[in-house]
T-cell receptor, first 114, second 111 residues
Framework: DQQVKQNSPSLSVQEGRISILNCDYTNSMFDYFLWYKKYPAEGPTFLISISSIKDKNEDGRFTVFLNKSAKHLSLHIVPSQPGDSAVYFCAASAEITGANNLFFGTGTRLTVIP | DAGITQSPRHKVTETGTPVTLRCHQTENHRYMYWYRQDPGHGLRLIHYSYGVKDTDKGEVSDGYSVSRSKTEDFLLTLESATSSQTSVYFC??????????FGNGTRLTVT
């Protein structure tokens, strides 16, 4: 059973506008959340993370929001750029020490239209 | 970039044959992982290692074994490949409590 869910397989956004990617999780033991970006024929690359003690983390154009009561997190990209077109994976972990065994969502393909 | 090299990058094999995928890292990271990526499932953990000769199972470990004889190398073996093991396999590494860094994957096709 999928413990991390990304219900939107794809999203298209105009260049310069905001992209919002959503993720839901079911395991209340998860306390560390990450977003990865993946280009074709490459491995996923780490983008941004947030621990459960925070509700927001910002890094440049990327902001992740965490709503623990709703078991929901989102990634905002502002402004969106064509180079942001990729598959974005949400991931979660029940510990941030030691082996960081991540559970991944199924991914959302973002297309930024020039 | 954690300096992760996966080999081979592509492989086609027949059902019932053994297959070994290799992961080599140059960053001296303690932890190494094998994931598989399939449509509709995202990435799922097969096995991971927390040190030389120390390994443990992930959520989809059936039909797979691993070995880590050196810090830098982590091998994934399919003892008898099946069509359900057709997938893209990713190796990852990490330091203590840090995000995973992934290699570029191995595309395996079992016919």
């Amino acid at each position: 059973d999928q413990q991390v869910k990304q219900n939107s397989p794809s999203l298209s956004v105009q260049e310069g506008r905001i992209s919002i990617l959503n993720c839901d999780y079911t395991n209340s033991m998860f306390d560390y959340f990450l977003w990865y970006k993946k280009y074709p024929a490459e491995g996923p690359t780490f983008l941004i993370s947030i621990s459960s003690i925070k509700d927001k983390n910002e890094d440049g154009r990327f902001t992740v929001f965490l709503n623990k009561s709703a078991k929901h997190l989102s990634l905002h990209i502002v402004p969106s750029q064509p180079g942001d077109s990729a598959v974005y994976f949400c991931a979660a972990s029940a510990e941030i020490t030691g082996a960081n065994n991540l559970f991944f969502g199924t991914g959302t393909r973002l297309t930024v239209i020039p | 970039d954690a300096g992760i090299t996966q080999s081979p990058r592509h492989k086609v094999t027949e059902t019932g044959t053994p297959v070994t995928l290799r992961c080599h890292q140059t960053e001296n990271h303690r932890y190494m992982y094998w994931y598989r990526q399939d449509p509709g499932h995202g990435l799922r953990l097969i096995h991971y290692s927390y040190g030389v000769k120390d390994t443990d199972k992930g959520e989809v470990s059936d039909g797979y074994s691993v070995s880590r004889s050196k810090t830098e190398d982590f091998l994934l073996t399919l003892e008898s490949a099946t069509s359900s093991q057709t997938s893209v396999y990713f190796c990852a590494t990490s330091r203590e409590g840090s995000p995973l860094h992934f290699g570029n994957g191995t595309r395996l096709t079992v016919t």
